[in-house]
């Protein structure tokens, strides 16, 4: 790793179309601007490190959601399986009524 030691507004140059600029320097932190060719990606470390880890989380098996999914596709097929509430149910509470005469 090369280390440089810069004043504001001095520049530093990254083979022919990089170049990285002091804009301002407070306390613990600078502000840099980074002049480079559209086809240079240029992220923050932390932002893509951040960004592999989250995919990487991602991809990992959560056995316990799956156990709650299962679990939740089970009562789902047994409430589709078991006889409707909706049908209509015999009136035991009143006694049928009787035949009528038979004509002769």
Do not use: C, F, Y
Not at 36 to 44: E, L, M, N, S
Not at 74 to 83: C, E, N, R, T, Y
Request: charged share 25%.
């Amino acid at each position: 790793m090369l280390v440089l030691t810069r004043k504001l507004g001095e520049k530093i140059l990254i083979g022919d179309d990089i170049v990285i600029t002091v804009l301002d320097a407070r306390g613990d932190s600078v502000r840099i601007g980074i002049d480079a060719p559209r086809g240079v990606k240029i992220q923050r470390d932390e932002v893509v490190r951040a960004v592999s880890e989250a995919n990487l989380a991602a991809t990992q098996i959560d056995t316990a959601a799956e156990d709650r999914i299962k679990r939740s596709l089970d009562v789902l097929s047994a409430m589709q399986s078991a006889p409707s509430s909706h049908q209509p149910q015999p009136d035991t509470a009143t006694p049928p009524l009787p035949n009528p005469p038979a004509e002769a």
